[in-house]
T-cell receptor, first 114, second 108 residues
Framework: DAGVIQSPRHEVTEMGQEVTLRCKPI?????LFWYRQTMMRGLELLIY????????DSGMPEDRFSAKMPNASFSTLKIQPSEPRDSAVYFC????????????FGPGTRLTVL | LAKTTQPISMDSYEGQEVNITCSHN???????ITWYQQFPSQGPRFIIQ???TKVTNEVASLFIPADRKSSTLSLPRVSLSDTAVYYC?????????FGAGTRLAVHP
């Protein structure tokens, strides 16, 4: 298996622009997670899905952030409009209940908002 | 969710055993203890998980005393490639709360 796939790996945009991050979980995994990592705040859980349904979005910082999972093999995290303070590394992870719920993380997307 | 406390940083040398202790005084009955490892520019990677006593896998051992208020991750014979940040997490399966972690530096 190729593991969790994220795209793009790097994104540089200007303040006010819409940003869409993409994630393909490991096939067969029924949980998908979005995290954000910064030096100041560390690694934070933003939202997670189970069987494509959002279960907990309490970590989503504000209405500018939205996440969708239209099917079992694809999820997006959208920021509209983007702000400089959104600059961070965004990780997607997936897991299955059948293996200690071990979460497999993708390589991350490094977002820079100018 | 239980808060965890672990050392900010540790130093070791190749070939030594490293023990990283994590305190979690408010751990709940249903909480599991999980450790992740993160290398620079990579996502975290699962190391080990346990509920009580001792768990061992091909990478590490996890020691949990009877009161479960702390746990110790043991890395046998570390190498330079074990230099990373190690996170101790306590809670349910899905809502992982990452603290600052322990930055382990392994020296030649």
């Amino acid at each position: 298996d190729a593991g969790v796939i994220q795209s793009p790996r790097h994104e540089v945009t200007e303040m006010g622009q819409e940003v869409t991050l993409r994630c393909k979980p490991i096939s067969g995994h029924d949980y998908l997670f979005w995290y954000r990592q910064t030096m100041m705040r560390g690694l934070e859980l933003l939202i997670y899905f189970n069987n494509n349904v959002p279960i907990d979005d309490s970590g989503m910082p504000e209405d500018r952030f939205s996440a969708k999972m239209p099917n079992a093999s694809f999820s997006t995290l959208k920021i509209q409009p983007s702000e400089p303070r959104d600059s961070a590394v965004y990780f997607c992870a997936s897991s299955t209940s059948g293996r200690n719920h071990e979460q497999f993380f993708g390589p991350g997307t490094r977002l820079t908002v100018l | 969710l239980a808060k965890t406390t672990q050392p900010i940083s540790m130093d070791s040398y190749e070939g030594q055993e490293v023990n990283i202790t994590c305190s979690h005084n408010n751990i709940a009955t249903n909480d599991y203890i999980t450790w992740y490892q993160q290398f620079p520019s990579q996502g975290p990677r699962f190391i080990i998980q346990g509920y009580k006593t001792k768990v061992t896998n091909e990478v590490a051992s996890l020691f949990i005393p009877a009161d479960r208020k702390s746990s110790t991750l043991s890395l046998p014979r570390v190498s330079l490639s074990d230099t990373a940040v190690y996170y101790c997490l306590v809670g349910g399966y899905n809502k992982l709360i990452f603290g600052a972690g322990t930055r382990l530096a392994v020296h030649p």
